[in-house]
């Protein structure tokens, strides 16, 4: 079937094209005055001038999609997937009014912003490049192309969100919480990522303890002590004191760096690690 919906104006190659639009566009045209909203109207042109053949309602749609406007791009699709809906229920039956539209954009940004930052760039992202820094631990071209993955990742989830919002509408969103999907890919994609966060640990940072001493003969070093109660335990403990550091004193990271440098040093010339 070609059409988005039965009897529609609208097709699958229209919302295809609006997808696109803003998916290359959604964080270049930002402003201090307006953010997204000149690329949220770029996106919409193709529908709006379809379901408003007439100049004066084809201006007047455009207008209504030029006021301010920002939230996350990925998610953000679902509103854009809705706004179209809506702007063809305004065409085709009447009884929607342009104010209408323009007050769902402004109370769903922001929530969808929460969304999409903690689902996109603190979940999604950091998961696909910690995978690619895994496999790119041992000089592996396989981890770069692995960080490409996060591309076709967020078109498919986008695409998804817009369809979502296409076909259920202004009740959307409520329809997305409800079914508890969101929720369970934050939790299974932070699961995993905690999982990876381990194995870098593990497998990347590394910290030895320095000295022997004799047992019954035999030189025995400390580091097999540690070792024997519970390997790699030293490199966790690292990995957990940074991260409570961040947590207490925030994400300034290049005061960090010189701490680690400092008490690596400290340690080293005292013959410790």
């Avoid at 030189?219 to 409570?244: A, F, H, K, N, R």
Wanted: aromatic letters at 10%; charged letters at 15%; hydrophobic letters at 50%.
């Amino acid at each position: 079937m070609s059409e988005a919906k039965m009897s529609s104006k609208i097709t699958i190659k229209d919302l295809w094209i609006t997808f696109w639009r803003w998916w290359l566009s959604c964080e270049m045209s930002n402003s201090y005055e307006r953010m997204q909203s000149i690329a949220y109207c770029f996106a919409m042109i193709p529908v709006l001038r379809k379901l408003y053949p007439d100049k004066e309602a084809f201006t007047e749609a455009l207008q209504r999609h030029l006021v301010f406007f920002n939230t996350e791009g990925i998610c953000g699709n679902v509103i854009l997937g809705m706004s179209v809906a809506m702007e063809e229920e305004k065409a085709e039956e009447g009884v929607l009014t342009g104010d209408a539209i323009v007050a769902l954009k402004s109370a769903l940004m922001g929530p969808v912003a929460g969304i999409g930052d903690t689902i996109t760039w603190g979940t999604v992202k950091p998961l696909i490049f910690t995978i690619a820094l895994t496999a790119s631990a041992d000089g592996s071209v396989i981890g770069w192309f692995l960080m490409l993955l996060f591309v076709p990742v967020t078109v498919a989830y986008g695409w998804y969100l817009m369809s979502i919002g296409y076909k259920v509408g202004k009740n959307a969103l409520v329809k997305l919480l409800e079914s508890g999907w969101i929720n369970r890919i934050i939790l299974g994609a932070s699961i995993l990522g905690l999982f990876m966060v381990g194995a870098l640990s593990a497998s990347i940072v590394t910290l030895n303890l320095s000295g022997t001493y004799m047992s019954a003969g035999t030189e025995v070093t400390y580091q097999s002590i540690v070792d024997g109660i519970m390997p790699g335990v030293l490199p966790l403990l690292s990995i957990m004191g940074i991260y409570g550091y961040i947590k207490k004193k925030g994400q300034n990271f290049g005061v960090l760096i010189l701490i680690i440098i400092a008490v690596a040093m400290v340690l080293s010339l005292l013959g410790i690690v």
